[in-house]
């Protein structure tokens, strides 16, 4: 099974390392010009209190199962060491990463007689374009994250489509790897399962499927699961029945996912790599990555929220397989090469677009600065993005238990877009007085220096605050001191600038 048909005429007569060289180079001057990710700066400020003592599902609140905290603990504990900001230490551990599983997958693959040794280098430099570039501004999310653990699993899942074994070693590295990679996010195992299933189906047997790595993958994630209910069981006697209540209904329409962004582009990717394989995207190793990038789409669609980071993996897994349906037919005359290399391009390019979409409110930070350095900051709106990376960038402490006032917006949608029965709206209404008391107890404890607030449309946030007794005597001292880009700054007893 030939990966990659590069005719040896054609190979460019330079250092088969420069293009991979060439790629990590501008992967990693892009982190110099592109903007912090709103959920690694919480994940950093998660993993922060946590070391301080905070105690997850009680002083902090998360949408997140623990390992979501503890993928950031790392940068936090190694940049503390080193002097290096936890931003910058994510950035530092991520690359590290890329490297080893590029490593991992092409040695895997070479010594599999998957791949030749002149095959290797311009996989490799595909591969790193998926993961070191196309993310942009999603680079460290847990999506990020779990496709870097995956591909090594994808490479042993290659050896068994061509009905080879791999060594014990070779086993344990992959299942370990798949095993992170559910238990960053459990929905990413239907991406396993359905490799796996594809790679039974080229090696015409169901060995691929109950696989040694499969099984200490499940095995990992159920230890897990497991050590979530001891050592965190508030996660499902509170968070879960909180979740469901609030969080996990609002989503999307269905028909919004399909029609705009990551679908298309998704869709078009794929009807490219048919377009250039004929049935031969359906042999491995064409199959086994559409059918990864099919298994990670699970997550996006059943999630339903429409993030772009949601679909990277689906998205990156289908790009590289149109990267080597390429260059497997790049022949013919040289405009219908520059042709098919231009179309071929457009979904990289708008996929690294979207993975790019994102608020920017940085331009709050100098007036922040202004007003006090260092400053205690919490927020009145519904987006995640208004306080974070901003607290970060001024230097400020986060004194909220939430990111945002998520649970506040669940319950606002839920009774704009559904029918409610008394019940139901009864414990939606103990969760948004819930909501209020945390934020009163926050403001009353920790005395913020600003409080950001965020308008809604039709929605007063300070309005909505001063609905509640106790909360409008905290926030009774708080002024306006500016407003930036739509977001009101309040400072404790200050002025209007």
């Known amino acids: 099974m030939s990966l990659l048909a590069i005719p040896a005429a054609r190979r460019i007569a330079l250092p088969r390392w420069v293009p991979l060289a060439a790629v990590l180079v501008l992967a990693i001057a892009l982190r110099f010009v592109t903007s912090a990710n709103t959920d690694v700066s919480w994940g950093l400020t998660m993993a922060e209190k946590w070391l301080a003592g905070a105690r997850l599902y009680v002083d902090l609140i998360e949408v997140n199962p623990p390992a979501t905290v503890f993928l950031y603990v790392a940068p936090v504990v190694l940049g503390r060491a080193t002097g290096l900001a936890p931003e910058a230490m994510v950035d530092v551990l991520v690359f590290a990463a890329i490297g080893v599983s590029l490593w991992l997958s092409i040695r895997t693959l070479r010594k ?18 998926a993961l070191a570039i196309l993310p942009g501004q999603s680079l460290g999310e847990r999506e990020h994250i779990a496709l870097i653990l995956f591909l090594p699993w994808l490479s042993v899942a290659a050896l068994r489509a061509k009905g080879a074994a791999p060594g014990l070693a070779t086993m344990l590295m992959a299942g370990v790897a798949a095993g992170l990679v559910a238990v960053i996010k459990p929905h990413f195992a239907a991406a396993i399962v359905v490799t796996a299933a594809a790679a039974a189906w080229s090696a015409r047997s169901w060995r691929p499927i109950f696989a040694c790595e499969n099984w200490l993958a499940a095995a990992l994630l159920a230890a897990y699961a497991a050590f979530v209910a001891l050592a965190y069981p508030q996660f499902f006697s509170e968070m879960m029945p909180l979740l469901a209540a609030v969080y996990i209904p609002v989503t999307r329409p269905f028909a919004t996912l399909i029609v705009f962004y990551a679908t298309p582009i998704w869709a078009a990717t794929l009807i490219l790599v048919a377009w250039l394989k004929g049935r031969a995207a359906l042999r491995a190793p064409f199959s086994l990555l559409i059918a990864a990038s099919a298994g990670f789409s699970v997550s996006y669609y059943v999630q339903q929220k429409g993030w772009p980071y949601h679909s990277y993996p689906m998205l990156a897994l289908a790009l590289i397989a149109l990267a080597l349906a390429f260059i497997d037919r790049r022949h013919g005359a040289r405009l219908a090469r520059t042709a098919t290399a231009v179309i071929a391009a457009m979904p990289a390019v708008t996929t690294y677009v979207w993975m790019n979409f994102a608020v920017d409110c940085s331009a709050l930070a100098a007036p922040i600065r202004a007003l006090k350095p260092h400053p ?18 001024v230097g400020g402490t986060w004194v909220s238990r939430v990111s945002a006032q998520w649970i506040t917006v669940g319950v606002m949608l839920r009774r704009l877009n559904e029918h409610l029965d008394p019940a139901t709206d009864a414990r939606l209404e103990a969760y948004l007085r819930q909501d209020r008391a945390w934020l009163a107890e926050d403001i009353g404890r920790n005395r913020p220096d600003v409080i950001l607030v965020q308008p809604l449309s039709r929605f007063d946030w300070l309005a909505w605050a001063r609905a509640d007794p106790v909360l409008a005597a905290e926030i009774a001292v708080y002024r306006p001191y500016a407003t930036v880009d739509g977001v009101l700054i309040l400072s404790r007893g200050g002025a209007e600038k």
Do not use: N, S
């Open 112 to 129: 599999g007689e998957v791949i030749d040794v002149g095959q290797q280098w311009p996989l490799a430099a595909i591969v790193a374009v």
């Open 376 to 393: 205690k900051m919490l927020a009145l709106t519904a987006d995640l993005a208004v306080g974070h990376p901003l607290v970060r960038q």
